[in-house]
């Protein structure tokens, strides 16, 4: 749900800088608009998310490719080339290892949502295959789509040259015209995506606990179109956060809903992996095989929650990162002590039915 926010934030700005007018009111104009056609059907989820999705696939390939172009040498017009600016002018993490935690927040709300593809197979014939096919091929999108592109900027660019848009800039030495309206559009058909899912994501989720008997049922409720409207709307009333932050806070508001989902991110892969290890145990205990597996379980698994944990403490410490972790920290205590609360009640009115 806090992803929400962020993109309508994200979009908000962009089309600020595009068409002028009011923050809010664009913020507000997007979290309605990807509303609506969650509310129509599942179906049109996914064709928007296709078309999305094809935008910035086929953007990120031609920025790499363009990219790679500059640093062989082969467009005469290029200011930049070659790869020295991966240690020029102040060396390989010229601002320490610090900066490199310090921008681990940001890093993990780029990375958040490949856990969408277990909610989204939910409503897939063959969930099991989906999910197996989905979860192998983000190794190697990760590796192009992230690692190549950011590749391509510190190559190109100085880092003490690089503003908020480091798109932007790169194309702008390599020399390609109108790259600041190219790079806006499709930033902003991302951002649409990131919301679209973020939106879809929170809203099966909520349904899904409705359906556990952890939310209200109202949440259960389902439109003749088979989408969950009350979940949806519910879920959309959060993106209003968004148009409240960018009235009253604009300059603050992206920053600071960056860096707390990042860090929600962390405590949900937390959550994630400390799941998988319990409930992995216990599945083999039993003799039940997985359908989905997971290589070197437990011990992968066991790294990963110790990196995490690593990873927060570490944050912890930083004056950048603290209030991002703290409202972090707050929000997974809330929830959790909720959640604890509820099942111990259930538990002890079940108790009491079957005594009775």
Same mark, same amino acid.
């Given at each position: 749900?806090?992803?929400?926010?962020?993109?309508?934030?994200?979009?908000? /700005?962009?089309? +600020?800088?595009?068409?002028?007018?009011?923050?809010?009111?664009?913020?507000? &104009?997007?979290?309605?608009?990807?509303?609506?056609?969650?509310? &129509?059907?599942?179906?049109?989820?996914?064709?928007?998310?296709?078309?999305?999705?094809?935008?910035?696939?086929?953007? +990120?390939?031609?920025?790499?490719?363009?990219?790679?172009?500059?640093?062989?040498?082969?467009?005469? #017009?290029?200011?930049?080339?070659?790869?020295?600016?991966?240690?020029?002018? #102040?060396?390989?993490?010229?601002?320490?290892?610090?900066?490199?935690?310090?921008?681990?927040?940001?890093?993990?709300?780029?990375?958040?949502? +490949?856990?969408?593809?277990? =909610?989204?197979?939910?409503?897939?014939?063959?969930? !099991?295959?989906?999910?197996?096919?989905?979860?192998? !091929?983000?190794?190697?999108?990760?590796?192009?789509?992230?690692?190549?592109?950011?590749?391509?900027?510190?190559?190109?660019?100085?880092? /003490?040259?690089? $503003? /908020?848009?480091?798109?932007?800039?790169?194309?702008?030495?390599?020399?390609?015209?109108? @790259?600041?309206?190219?790079? /806006?559009?499709?930033?902003?058909?991302?951002?649409?995506?990131?919301?679209? @899912?973020?939106?879809?994501?929170?809203?099966?989720?909520?349904?899904?606990?409705?359906?556990?008997? #952890?939310?209200?049922? &109202?949440?259960?409720?389902?439109?003749?179109?088979?989408?969950?409207?009350?979940?949806?709307?519910?879920?959309?009333?959060?993106?209003?956060?968004?148009? =409240?932050?960018?009235?009253?806070?604009?300059?603050? $508001?992206?920053?600071?809903?960056?860096?707390?989902?990042?860090?929600?991110?962390?405590?949900?892969?937390?959550?994630?992996?400390?799941?998988?290890?319990?409930?992995?145990?216990?599945?083999? @205990?039993?003799?039940?095989?997985?359908?989905?597996?997971?290589?070197?379980?437990?011990?992968?698994?066991?790294?990963?929650?110790?990196?995490?944990?690593?990873?927060?403490?570490?944050?912890?410490? $930083?004056?950048?990162?603290?209030?991002?972790?703290?409202?972090?920290? =707050?929000?997974?205590?809330?929830?959790?002590?909720?959640?604890?609360?509820?099942?111990?009640?259930?538990?002890? $009115?079940? @108790?009491?039915?079957?005594?009775?």
């Amino acid at each position: 749900m806090l992803v929400i926010p962020v993109e309508a934030t994200a979009a908000a /700005d962009i089309l +600020t800088g595009l068409i002028g007018g009011a923050q809010w009111i664009w913020a507000l &104009a997007v979290t309605l608009l990807l509303t609506i056609t969650n509310l &129509a059907s599942v179906g049109n989820y996914g064709e928007f998310e296709f078309w999305f999705a094809l935008i910035k696939v086929v953007a +990120t390939v031609a920025f790499i490719a363009i990219g790679l172009a500059a640093i062989f040498g082969l467009i005469p #017009d290029s200011q930049v080339s070659g790869v020295h600016h991966l240690w020029q002018p #102040d060396g390989f993490m010229p601002n320490g290892f610090g900066a490199v935690i310090a921008g681990l927040l940001i890093t993990m709300f780029s990375f958040m949502g +490949t856990e969408i593809v277990t =909610i989204a197979a939910a409503e897939s014939p063959n969930p !099991s295959a989906g999910i197996s096919r989905a979860v192998n !091929s983000v190794i190697w999108r990760i590796s192009l789509f992230y690692i190549g592109s950011i590749f391509v900027i510190v190559a190109l660019m100085p880092y /003490d040259q690089l $503003d /908020d848009g480091s798109y932007q800039s790169t194309l702008q030495a390599i020399g390609i015209p109108g @790259s600041n309206l190219i790079m /806006d559009l499709v930033i902003l058909t991302a951002v649409a995506s990131c919301l679209n @899912s973020a939106l879809y994501t929170a809203s099966r989720m909520l349904f899904s606990l409705g359906e556990r008997r #952890d939310a209200p049922q &109202a949440v259960r409720k389902v439109a003749g179109n088979g989408a969950p409207w009350v979940a949806v709307l519910a879920s959309m009333v959060v993106g209003f956060v968004a148009v =409240i932050g960018n009235y009253l806070l604009p300059e603050e $508001d992206l920053r600071l809903s960056l860096a707390t989902s990042g860090a929600v991110a962390l405590f949900v892969y937390l959550a994630i992996a400390s799941s998988q290890l319990v409930l992995g145990r216990r599945m083999r @205990s039993e003799g039940e095989r997985a359908p989905v597996r997971m290589w070197l379980f437990p011990y992968l698994t066991v790294v990963t929650i110790a990196g995490i944990v690593a990873i927060l403490v570490l944050m912890a410490f $930083d004056p950048e990162q603290q209030q991002a972790i703290l409202l972090s920290a =707050i929000s997974a205590a809330f929830i959790v002590g909720a959640g604890v609360v509820v099942h111990r009640r259930r538990r002890r $009115d079940r @108790s009491l039915v079957q005594t009775g």
